[in-house]
């Protein structure tokens, strides 16, 4: 009897999750093509195929939905990309250019539109910047920590945490001028050059 309650349960945990990751991802989606005040409860939960009710089961408010997608979808996309990375031929001459392309890729596309989204939404919202200032704060240290660790970075040494923050600070900024048209000529020679002094920056505290 245990057992066949048990096995009742998982097909419902299941269901759960599926319902709760769709809601996940329409909240981006709605957020990166609607904007703050376009991507309402009401219209993630349709576009979901949910029920409004149930959407506010799994997150009672607005705020808790938006934290929980941003939360979600930046820690699928770091994954991928450090899947990516694990792809990349090792010792190749062109590892570090492939790796800031790669870094680069977090800050362009939906999520960080929808991301684009949230921050000027908090900008004027109190409450919810309280929420998004410390996830955005975590974010940025998972992202960090896996730029060293696709890079090879001593941050021990004096200037590679610098050099490392900056390679994000430059993703972001070419994810931003890219919000408007395709930027995608003009990022590509902007990687490669950054690239270059990327490396010599890094040789040269390796010394």
């Given at each position: 009897m245990a057992s066949a309650r048990a096995?009742?349960?998982e097909p419902q945990q299941d269901r759960?999750?599926?319902t709760r990751?769709?809601?996940?991802?329409?909240?981006?989606?709605?957020?990166?093509?609607l904007g703050w005040a376009g991507a309402t409860v009401a219209v993630i939960a349709e576009h979901a195929g949910v029920s409004r009710g149930a959407t506010q089961h799994y997150f009672p408010t607005?705020?808790?939905l938006f934290t929980a997608a941003l939360e979600h979808m930046a820690e699928l996309r770091l994954a991928e990309i450090r899947r990516e990375a694990?792809?990349?031929p090792a010792g190749s001459a062109s590892r570090t250019t492939d790796?800031?392309?790669?870094?680069?890729?977090?800050?362009?596309?939906?999520?960080?539109?929808?991301?684009?989204?949230?921050?000027?939404?908090?900008?004027a919202n109190e409450f919810l910047r309280g929420r998004v200032l410390p996830l955005e704060a975590r974010l940025g240290r998972e992202a960090h920590?896996?730029?060293?660790?696709?890079?090879?970075?001593?941050?021990?040494?004096?200037?590679?945490?610098?050099?490392?923050?900056?390679?994000?600070?430059l993703a972001r900024g070419l994810g931003l001028a890219d919000t408007l048209a395709d930027d995608s000529r003009r990022r590509q020679r902007i990687i490669s050059q950054w690239a270059v002094m990327l490396?010599?920056?890094?040789?040269?505290?390796?010394?």
């Amino acid at each position: 009897m245990a057992s066949a309650r048990a096995s009742l349960r998982e097909p419902q945990q299941d269901r759960s999750r599926a319902t709760r990751a769709r809601l996940l991802a329409s909240a981006m989606t709605c957020l990166a093509e609607l904007g703050w005040a376009g991507a309402t409860v009401a219209v993630i939960a349709e576009h979901a195929g949910v029920s409004r009710g149930a959407t506010q089961h799994y997150f009672p408010t607005r705020e808790d939905l938006f934290t929980a997608a941003l939360e979600h979808m930046a820690e699928l996309r770091l994954a991928e990309i450090r899947r990516e990375a694990a792809r990349l031929p090792a010792g190749s001459a062109s590892r570090t250019t492939d790796v800031v392309a790669l870094l680069v890729r977090m800050y362009t596309g939906p999520l960080f539109r929808a991301a684009l989204q949230l921050w000027a939404a908090a900008s004027a919202n109190e409450f919810l910047r309280g929420r998004v200032l410390p996830l955005e704060a975590r974010l940025g240290r998972e992202a960090h920590q896996a730029a060293i660790e696709l890079l090879g970075a001593d941050e021990s040494r004096p200037g590679v945490h610098e050099a490392v923050q900056a390679t994000l600070d430059l993703a972001r900024g070419l994810g931003l001028a890219d919000t408007l048209a395709d930027d995608s000529r003009r990022r590509q020679r902007i990687i490669s050059q950054w690239a270059v002094m990327l490396d010599a920056a890094l040789a040269a505290e390796a010394v």
